[in-house]
């Protein structure tokens, strides 16, 4: 157990829709990472949080947005959702010094139907 | 950095034989080299990592090589076993901490 928490773990919808997944770091990270991980594919870089501010943005679609909170949590907003959107979402958090070291939540599967 | 090149994207090896695994970077200003494991089903989780004042680390079965010059560091796993089995991710962060591809490594029995 990595200590970062994820919920839900699967989440089923319809396309046009919009949810919301959620992160929890490990105690005392101060960083949220964002990943998606497609079928077959790698991890893409979506955007980091840095104790509650954006810290660095990739390839994120402007229908998705993401914020950390003050209790340093996570949410990741994904609407107008299509079929390509399904993928598994990987939260990660980092501690605040020597901070590359990513910890990875177990992730949130998304099925876009 | 911003482009992190990993290859081969598949491997397969026999059960005992030695893999290696390339990733080439390139941004100069890295400084911290990463390897982290995903088997089927779970999340990634770092296997060992390297800093550019070090040229190579060991950790029991597995190793990290780096050559700054050329840009590109490796991974060496030995006497490969079937819990090897699994995708490999490389990373060279710098205000970002972008991914390779992976590598899904077999173990042939």
């Known amino acids: 157990d990595s200590g970062v928490t994820q919920t839900p773990k699967h989440l089923i919808t319809a396309t046009g829709q919009r949810v919301t997944l959620r992160c929890s770091p490990r105690s005392g990270d101060l960083s949220v990472y964002w990943y998606q991980q497609s079928l077959d594919q790698g991890l893409q870089f979506l955007i980091q949080y840095y104790n509650g501010e954006e810290r660095a943005k990739g390839n994120i679609l402007e229908r998705f947005s993401a914020q950390q909170f003050p209790d340093l949590h996570s949410e990741l907003n994904l609407s107008s959702l299509e079929l390509g959107d399904s993928a598994l979402y990987f939260c990660?958090?980092?501690?605040?010094?020597?901070?590359?070291?990513?910890?990875f939540g177990s992730g949130t599967q998304l099925s876009v139907l | 950095g911003e482009n992190v090149e990993q290859h081969p994207s598949t491997l397969s090896v026999q059960e005992g034989d030695s893999a290696v695994i390339k990733c080439t970077y390139s941004d100069s200003a890295s400084n911290y080299f990463p390897w982290y494991k995903q088997e089927l089903g779970k999340r990634p989780q770092l296997i060992i990592d390297?800093?550019?004042?070090?040229g190579e680390k060991k950790d029991q079965r597995i190793a990290v090589t780096l050559n700054k010059t050329a840009k590109h560091f490796s991974l060496h796993i030995t006497e490969t076993q079937p819990e090897d089995s699994a995708v490999y991710f490389c990373?060279?962060?710098?205000?970002?901490?972008?991914f390779g591809k992976g590598t899904r490594l077999h173990i042939l029995p």
């Open positions: 390297i800093r550019s004042n070090v």
């Open positions: 990660a958090s980092s501690a605040p010094t020597g901070g590359e070291k990513l910890f």
């Open positions: 990373a060279a962060p710098d205000d970002k901490i972008i």
